[in-house]
């Protein structure tokens, strides 16, 4: 438990993720990111139609362990990348509508993690930061790219390069997160909107997802014909036999 572990929990349709390293205030090292690598391949992961990820009540994660990467080499560096350090995308590209329930930190890796999640429901005790600048680094776990579509870039600019920290209702106004909950209930609301998303189509969810990241960077053009060409698939997926003899 040292080490750090993930905690994997069934409710109805929703898997529950939750970080278990609270000594380390959930700092995402590369064995917790193996380990959290390893949960969302889990079958009551993998068979979910909603999955929430959690650090539990007191912090989501107070950000990665940067001590470990220093005297990588570039190599060594591009390899962790393709290892543990491809779990933000993993999580990014569940076909599984995704939310974050944050408490405490929610720090440098901790909030780039939450980044790659679709919805982040916050407690008031939340607080927000992108700090590696500071300490001579950047965030390169999607962070940058993420926070500059979530806030955009002059707002980005600010919690990137100044590393301001954010409360919990400064980051709602921003757009960092989805909604502010009431003390001790971000658990129990991203239980909420998981479970709305759980009871949809799962392939409608999955293919929109798709289209709504696609349409992040692609043109009007491109936007709406993906938008065109994706309901089309979807209406015939959801013809019946019957409807396609007559």
């Given at each position: 438990m040292s080490a750090g572990t993930v905690?994997?929990?069934?409710?109805?349709g929703t898997a529950v993720l939750t970080l278990r390293r609270e000594?380390?205030?959930?700092?995402l090292s590369t064995h917790l990111e193996r380990e959290l690598l390893r949960a969302l391949d889990d079958k009551a992961v993998t068979t979910s139609r909603a999955v929430v990820l959690t650090g539990g009540d007191r912090v989501f994660s107070a950000g990665a362990d940067t001590g470990e990467l220093?005297?990588?080499?570039?190599e060594a560096i591009a390899a962790y990348y393709r290892d543990s350090g491809a779990v933000y995308e993993k999580v990014a590209a569940l076909p599984q509508p995704t939310v974050s329930a944050i408490a405490g930190y929610c720090l440098g890796g901790g909030l780039e993690l939450a980044l790659a999640t679709d919805f982040r429901v916050a407690d008031p005790t939340a607080v927000f930061g992108l700090p590696e600048v500071g300490i001579g680094i950047?965030?390169?776990?999607?962070?940058?790219?993420?926070?500059?579509?979530?806030?955009?870039?002059?707002r980005a600019r600010e919690l990137v390069l100044r590393?301001?920290?954010?409360?919990?209702?400064?980051?709602?106004?921003?757009?960092?997160?989805?909604?502010?909950c009431e003390t001790g209930e971000h658990l129990?609301?991203?239980?909420g909107i998981a479970g709305e998303l759980a009871a949809l189509p799962p392939l409608a969810v999955a293919v929109t997802k798709r289209v709504?990241?696609?349409?992040t960077d692609s043109p009007r053009e491109?936007?709406?014909?993906?938008?065109q060409l994706a309901y089309a698939s979807l209406n015939q997926a959801t013809r019946t036999p019957t409807e396609d003899q007559t």
């Amino acid at each position: 438990m040292s080490a750090g572990t993930v905690e994997i929990r069934r409710s109805g349709g929703t898997a529950v993720l939750t970080l278990r390293r609270e000594a380390k205030l959930n700092a995402l090292s590369t064995h917790l990111e193996r380990e959290l690598l390893r949960a969302l391949d889990d079958k009551a992961v993998t068979t979910s139609r909603a999955v929430v990820l959690t650090g539990g009540d007191r912090v989501f994660s107070a950000g990665a362990d940067t001590g470990e990467l220093r005297d990588m080499t570039p190599e060594a560096i591009a390899a962790y990348y393709r290892d543990s350090g491809a779990v933000y995308e993993k999580v990014a590209a569940l076909p599984q509508p995704t939310v974050s329930a944050i408490a405490g930190y929610c720090l440098g890796g901790g909030l780039e993690l939450a980044l790659a999640t679709d919805f982040r429901v916050a407690d008031p005790t939340a607080v927000f930061g992108l700090p590696e600048v500071g300490i001579g680094i950047l965030p390169s776990s999607g962070g940058t790219y993420r926070t500059v579509r979530a806030v955009g870039p002059a707002r980005a600019r600010e919690l990137v390069l100044r590393g301001r920290r954010l409360d919990a209702e400064q980051a709602l106004a921003w757009g960092l997160v989805t909604e502010v909950c009431e003390t001790g209930e971000h658990l129990a609301t991203a239980h909420g909107i998981a479970g709305e998303l759980a009871a949809l189509p799962p392939l409608a969810v999955a293919v929109t997802k798709r289209v709504i990241d696609a349409a992040t960077d692609s043109p009007r053009e491109s936007s709406l014909l993906l938008e065109q060409l994706a309901y089309a698939s979807l209406n015939q997926a959801t013809r019946t036999p019957t409807e396609d003899q007559t």
